[in-house]
């Protein structure tokens, strides 16, 4: 089955972007980054997350186009996670779901409350 490139027409905040879901995506981060060192941190949010939309549409298409091949590495993932195989703090400090609590931790059931329940 042919792959289909799909165009998108954004119409985000203060802005009209046409493209592949890739090509909008990076154009919103850009926009971002612009807002962001400029200072005005609500709209670099905003631009972020019309970002993270057209991401998901990617990964979306990706999974309904591949057959297990790996999906590349954008510049976003970088600058969001590091290089591949390093860890952010937030990440080491907040276990997986489903996964079991590290032994040091205490799980809810040894959590004292003030008040009796």
């Known amino acids: ?5 799909q165009t998108f027409d954004s119409n985000g905040p203060n802005v009209k972007i046409r493209g592949n879901a890739y090509q909008v995506f990076e154009r919103y981060v850009a926009l971002a980054r612009e807002a962001a060192a ?4 609500i709209a ?11 991401f998901r549409v990617m990964n979306a298409n990706a999974d309904a186009n591949s057959h297990g091949a790996p999906r590349p590495v954008t510049p976003a993932d970088l600058e969001m996670n590091g290089p591949e ?20 931790q205490p799980s809810v059931s040894d959590i004292q409350y003030p008040y009796p329940s």
């Open 85 to 104: 195989g390093e860890r952010g703090e937030s990440e080491e400090a907040s276990p997986q779901p489903g996964a079991p609590a590290p032994d040091d």
């Open 38 to 41: 400029s200072g005005d941190r």
């Open 44 to 54: 670099a949010e905003n631009l972020y997350q019309h970002a993270e939309h057209y």
């Open 1 to 5: 089955m042919p792959q289909r490139i």
